[in-house]
């Protein structure tokens, strides 16, 4: 821990004690000298996965654990890869903000055919650390292509959604589990949630209950399964003078950042998509998720995307229609649960309003006088007269 501490104290971050603990044990796992809950000291690895829910702070981990290892291989080279472009600028962005300044830092994209200052790196043989962000692509061809060219010396994968739809399966040494998202609420890193549960999930439905009370759902997201449906709810919007936007795969870079910019800006209050912006897309001031059916692991990224925490909002909100595979209260309860019945939402956990109604009555009734009735009071006295005679 001496060692993090040190790095740290060079630099902006100010870790939570579940990030320190993660980067700990990867380094240990890495060098040889984890100890396990037997007391036994294991051997050294050359892969280990962290899997965090969204929200919890994996990149600056993993900035802080290259820079630690740094100190013990002065010429280690740091690959990062990404899926998407967007989160190798905003990696090389967070480096330089929080002053970590990893050294030999190379962001390489999933795709790239080759990496060449990573090659170059294994021919001088330095060694390598290869970070792989969300490493549920780690299983693809095009990243396997990047381990079998690279040949890392330690590979860490990072991840909230350790689950393929696929057959393939992800292969780590040791996967690491610190904090799951209902703790990090509960701790408060993470914004409280409401949860809403809608009959249907279609454009028209979506659009009804989003426009009944644009006040309660604010900024939102909305995810679908094609992008008809997208269109079809921008179009929909549109009719009820509702600001939103689409963001498809195959619009520019450019294109994209003044979507999302005014989005940020409040200039847009929808953003709908299908599957774009479950990664790398952060921002404290959206206010619902409008999930789409489905299973844990794309639920567990759609959702994902509403929990950080924002100083004008007291809760963030989830909306799901009946029909899904996995409700987001498997994962983490929310504060509040409300369902769509008879025209009307109906709250299925006590809220606070109610709670404190019934705090007040039951108050009310432990302080009010009670007089008991003069017979009641003449056969208690009678009763315990007898009971004191038949003892003495």
């Known amino acids: ?80 890869v990404a899926m998407r472009r967007n989160l190798l600028r905003q990696v090389e962005i967070e480096n330089v903000a929080k ?21 170059k790196a294994r021919q001088d043989g330095k060694k390598i650390l290869l970070i792989v962000d969300e490493a549920q692509h780690d299983a693809a061809s095009s990243c396997a292509h990047l381990h079998n060219l690279v040949k890392p010396d330690f590979v860490l994968g990072m991840t909230a959604t350790p689950f393929r ?36 999930w279609n454009p028209k439905t979506i659009a009804e209950f989003y426009a009944a009370e644009p006040e309660r759902w604010g900024k ?4 679908f399964l094609t992008t008809d449906a997208c269109w079809e709810l921008h179009h929909r919007f549109r009719n009820m003078g509702i600001s939103s936007d ?36 952060d921002e404290p001031s959206l206010a619902t998720a409008w999930v789409r059916d489905s299973g844990r692991g794309p639920t567990m990224q759609m959702a994902g995307r509403v929990f950080r925490k924002h100083s004008d909002l007291s809760h963030k909100q989830v909306v799901q229609s ?40 039951r108050m009310a009734i432990a302080m009010t006088n009670v007089t008991m009735p003069k017979w009641l009071v003449d056969k208690r006295t009678k009763s315990r007269l007898r009971r004191q005679r038949r003892f003495q």
């Open 99 to 119: 002053r970590v300044n990893v050294a030999n830092f190379h962001p390489t994209s999933m795709f790239e055919h080759r990496p060449e200052a990573l090659l």
């Open 165 to 200: 739809t696929d057959s393939m399966k992800l292969c780590f040494s040791k996967v690491i589990k610190d904090a799951g998202i209902h703790q990090l609420i509960q701790d408060g890193y993470l914004s409280e949630y409401h949860h809403f549960t809608i009959p249907d």
């Open 322 to 361: 009946r029909g899904t595979r996995w409700p987001m209260i498997k994962t983490a309860m929310p504060s509040e649960q409300y369902l769509w019945q008879s025209d009307e939402w109906r709250a299925l956990r006590i809220n606070p309003q109610l709670d404190e109604i019934n705090n007040n009555a």
């Open 1 to 80: 821990m001496k060692r993090i501490d040190a790095v740290i104290a060079e630099t902006l971050v100010e870790p939570r004690p579940y990030q320190r603990r993660i980067v700990g044990n990867v380094i240990d796992m890495f060098l040889g000298q984890y100890v396990n809950k037997a007391g036994e000291v294991e051997c050294a690895v050359d892969s280990v996965m962290i899997e965090s829910p969204t929200g919890s702070g994996k990149t600056i981990m993993a900035l802080i654990l290259a820079k630690t290892l740094q100190t013990q291989f002065p010429d280690l080279v740091v690959g990062w």
């Open 220 to 223: 939102s997201l909305f995810y």
């Open 246 to 281: 689409v963001v498809v795969g195959s619009t520019t870079h450019s294109y994209r950042e003044g979507q999302l910019a005014a989005f940020r800006a409040g200039e847009t209050q929808c953003l709908i998509n299908c599957m774009v912006l479950t990664e790398g897309f």
